[in-house]
């Protein structure tokens, strides 16, 4: 069997059916690498996909039992933005592009100060072009992590917008005026 964990995290090994002392150990051949371990359950922190065996040690003259084997599946975390860089600042009615910088992997943005609240839809990639705006809105981003692993940590960024000015409609005065007036 496999299990899979994110870096950083352990799992915990049980080895089912018998009792006895156990013996525990990394690679594919039961027998070479043991580690500590004497109980049926071992807790492990691989750095990197690992393969792990287990067996009863056996009482003399009984050889140890036959081990049998189970692979931990280590899936890296998704790396955070750092920074979303693009206008801070923008006239009614425009857009802006936002730009999450230093994440690796799917990009997943929102809206609100709250990350992982108001997901847009698409938004996948580190850019983002917002529609355009007629009030102030946060945006948030963050990199969406493979199982087992979870997002990363999001960022925001708060768009500010001016409304633009209202041109006049008419021009008041007298139209017709003599020559040397005003």
């Not at 409304?163 to 007298?174: D, F, L, M």
């Amino acid at each position: 069997g496999v299990n899979s964990i994110c870096l950083g995290t352990s799992t915990t090994l049980t080895a089912n059916g018998t009792s006895g002392i156990y013996e525990w150990g990394t690679g594919t051949t039961v027998g070479l690498n043991p580690i500590a371990g004497t109980t049926n359950t071992i807790t492990v922190s691989p750095t990197s996909t690992t393969t792990y065996w287990v067996r009863v040690k056996g009482t003399f003259p009984c050889p140890d039992s036959a081990g049998i084997t189970r692979t931990v599946t280590v899936t890296g975390p998704p790396v955070a933005p750092t920074t979303i860089t693009g206008t801070n600042s923008i006239c009614s009615g425009t857009s802006t592009i936002l730009t999450a910088t230093a994440g690796l992997g799917t990009y997943e943005w929102g809206t609100g100060a709250t990350v992982g609240s108001n997901i847009i839809a698409g938004a996948t990639s580190n850019t983002y072009t917002t529609p355009n705006l007629n009030s102030t809105t946060t945006y948030w981003v963050r990199v969406k992590g493979t199982s087992p692993c979870g997002d990363s940590a999001g960022i925001t960024r708060t768009v500010t917008v001016t409304a633009a000015p209202v041109a006049p409609t008419t021009i008041t005065g007298t139209n017709s005026i003599c020559s040397g007036t005003s």
